[in-house]
Nanobody
Framework: QVQLVESGGGLVQAGGSLRLSCAAS????????MGWFRQAPGKEREFVAA????????YYADSVRGRFILSRDNAKNTVELAMNILKADDTAVYIC???????????????????WGQGTQVTVSS
């Protein structure tokens, strides 16, 4: 019903910045949270950040709070993750997610996610 497509991944030096985008297509919803998870090699998928439908509420994992900024443009059905002061530990596949009727806090649990993107690779070199 909903397709999520990420873009913007790449290679960046530690301390640098990178901007990821996620575009949603197909059936639209008036109330769904969107956000990002990431999965590093050999590790479990973890929550990164989420934003409410209105964009008024955001929630960040402790590991990225203060460095990453999440925003959305509902007119374009897109969400953007601005990543700053990147560290080697940020290296992972970043996966866009959408959860219908969920709060940003609930979305930190991947079990509430309804739709997943395919992911985009972010590599931070030291």
């Amino acid at each position: 019903q909903v397709q999520l497509v990420e873009s913007g991944g790449g290679l960046v030096q530690a301390g640098g910045s990178l901007r990821l985008s996620c575009a949603a297509s197909g059936r639209t919803f008036s109330s769904y949270a969107m956000g990002w998870f990431r999965q590093a090699p050999g590790k479990e998928r973890e929550f990164v950040a989420a934003i409410s439908w209105t964009g008024s509420s955001t929630y960040y994992a402790d590991s990225v709070r203060g460095r990453f900024i999440l925003s959305r443009d509902n007119a374009k059905n897109t969400v953007e993750l601005a990543m700053n002061i990147l560290k080697a530990d940020d290296t992972a596949v970043y996966i866009c997610a959408a959860a219908v009727g969920s709060t940003v806090w609930a979305m930190s649990n991947m079990r509430v996610v309804d739709y997943w993107g395919q992911g985009t690779q972010v590599t931070v070199s030291s």
